[in-house]
């Protein structure tokens, strides 16, 4: 198991930008994958990005290439997601999933952080 701590979440303007944080604790980070979900109200929590043990591989939802980056500092461990371009339609809370496998779109992380609002305004 890993202890994650999301931050970096707030109001935003449409077309402004957001980094996220997640700060992880108790486990090796370098040992596990990293991702960001997100759920908004009345919505199922849905795959946004994620990024390989070492940082080599990232993946991206259709709905966010482009616009969000996912990076992480193992030194620090500690993964972030750089969203750009903001729309309303990204607002959510954005959670922060581990894994010691790959995590892919249709996979569950077994650890999960408490989430961050975010919120953009049109």
């Known amino acids: 198991q890993v202890q994650l701590v999301e931050s970096g979440g707030g109001l935003v303007q449409a077309g402004g930008s957001l980094r996220l944080s997640c700060a992880a604790s108790?486990?090796?980070?370098?040992?596990?994958?990293m991702a960001w979900f997100r759920q908004a109200p009345g919505k199922k929590r849905q795959f946004v990005a994620s990024?390989?043990?070492?940082?080599?591989?990232?993946y991206y939802a259709d709905s966010v290439k482009g616009r969000f980056t996912i990076s992480r500092d193992n030194a620090k461990n500690t993964v972030y997601l750089q969203m750009t371009s903001l729309k309303p339609e990204d607002t959510a809370v954005y959670y922060c999933?581990?894994?010691?496998?790959?995590?892919?779109?249709?996979?569950?992380?077994?650890?999960w952080g408490q989430g961050t609002q975010v919120t953009v305004s049109s």
């Open positions: 999933g581990a894994d010691p496998n790959i995590i892919t779109v249709s996979m569950t992380p077994s650890s």
């Open positions: 108790g486990r090796t980070f370098s040992t596990f994958a």
């Open positions: 990024i390989t043990r070492n940082g080599g591989s990232t």
